[in-house]
């Protein structure tokens, strides 16, 4: 019998993982069925089963793959020296995840939002997937953590800002972004982008015209 080749066995582990994150964004995790998944992804429950021990590990494997997507899409933003300005920084990594999964729901909406909400519901009752949840924070928190320090040794941010403050504050700005696309409906990035500039253009009173 012919060996099955890696790319073979990567492409069918990524066609389950797409078929599966399809699936839980449109209905949540609990209202999807295994039998859901398969039907998606149209094989059998052995093929799914050689890859996925149930749904626990196919979400745990969705979040740890978005996380990490995150995390390297804001590494590769902040290489440049000194990095773009946060307007710039958080448009660009916004765009390219919500490019990552082009697919809309039904109501319009980019999945990926959508899935992100559901995965932070599903954190309150899983402790395995908060501890995925929280390690993947923590790596996307340094990353923000090392861009503050370039701005301010680029001379770009004043010197006694926190990093670590300054980190939450992003991620928390760039969650609730997330959770107005996936409540509300598509929002361009653009917006997000100029409040950071209206914020950012913010002096001492009387300073501006």
Known sequence: MARVSQEHLDARRRQILDGATRCFARNGFHATSMQDVLKEVDLSAGAVYRYFSGKEELIGAIVTEVLDEVRDAFEEGARQSPPPPPDVLVGWVMNKMLNLKPELTPEGVSI??????????????????????????????????????????????????????????????????????????????????????????????????
């Open 112 to 209: 990926h939002p959508r899935l992100i909400i559901q995965v932070w519901g599903e954190t309150l009752r899983n402790p395995e997937l908060a501890a995925v949840i929280n390690e993947g924070y923590a790596k996307v928190s340094g990353v923000w953590e090392k861009v503050v320090e370039a701005y301010q040794e680029a001379g770009m941010m004043r010197d006694d800002v926190s990093p670590e403050s300054l980190a939450r504050t992003m991620i928390a700005l760039t969650q609730g972004f997330l959770a107005q696309m996936a409540l509300f409906g598509p929002i361009p990035v653009e917006t997000l982008q100029d409040g950071l500039r209206g914020l950012m253009s913010m002096g001492e009173p009387g300073t501006r015209s």
